[in-house]
T-cell receptor
């Protein structure tokens, strides 16, 4: 069965203190791995899609990387506005196009 | 782009009742998916509609049903509500060309 595990569950950072979030996955044929950001009471906001091992994508202070078993979201010199829950999701080739399997997320708090 | 809009934003229902949630997809998106997100968890895939037909379903009972209309708006219907149905219900629309998924802000359903 496909599975997505995110760690740590929660992360508290000082402003400027870089860190990484982990997403481990098992899937029978990966079509894509997605990273979303979710603010309290809001829907997930799309960040990145990664398709194959070795791929990297960057957006402002965020950088996502992908291997055959896990993905990392690196946050460089975070600011308080980066506080959010970060969700990882995978889509299997055998699944319907709109189906994403999500992890439980990592809650990130960045303090000034 | 108009984004994905959902209504209502909040709803309180009594156990055993029926509820209909609505979603207006982003312009140009012909696929819509519905997700259930319990507190502290990642979203769980309910089902997907493409060109007004259901073509993918997660592990949810038949009392969860849906419709997609020609203008790509959609509905999620839940019959015989149970206390465990209390959650944030998210709609996501996408387009196979640009391979993106855009989420709405969700409907918070409370069953008492």
């Amino acid at each position: 069965e496909d599975q997505v595990t995110q760690s740590p569950e929660a992360l508290r950072l000082q402003e400027g203190e870089s860190s990484s979030l982990n997403c481990s996955y098992t899937v029978s044929g990966l079509r894509g791995l997605f990273w979303y950001r979710q603010d309290p009471g809001k829907g997930p906001e799309f960040l990145f899609t990664l398709y194959s091992a070795g791929e990297e994508k960057e957006k402002e202070r965020l950088k996502a990387t992908l291997t055959k078993k896990e993905s990392f979201l690196h946050i460089t010199a975070p600011k308080p506005e980066d506080s959010a829950t970060y969700l990882c999701a995978v889509q299997a080739r055998e699944d319907s196009w709109g189906k994403l399997q999500f992890g439980a997320g990592t809650q990130v708090v960045v303090t000034p | 782009e108009t984004g994905v809009t959902q209504s209502p934003t909040h709803l309180i229902k009594t156990r055993g009742q029926q509820v209909t949630l609505r979603c207006s997809s982003q312009s140009g998106h012909n696929t819509v998916s519905w997700y259930q997100q319990a507190l502290g968890q990642g979203p769980q895939f309910i089902f997907q509609y493409y060109r007004e037909e259901e073509n993918g379903r997660g592990n949810f009972p038949p009392r969860f049903s849906g419709l997609q209309f020609p203008n790509y708006s959609s509905e999620l219907n839940v019959n015989a509500l149970e206390l465990d149905d209390s959650a944030l219900y998210l709609c996501a629309s996408g387009n196979r060309v640009d391979y993106g998924y855009t989420f709405g802000s969700g409907t918070r359903l409370t069953v008492v």
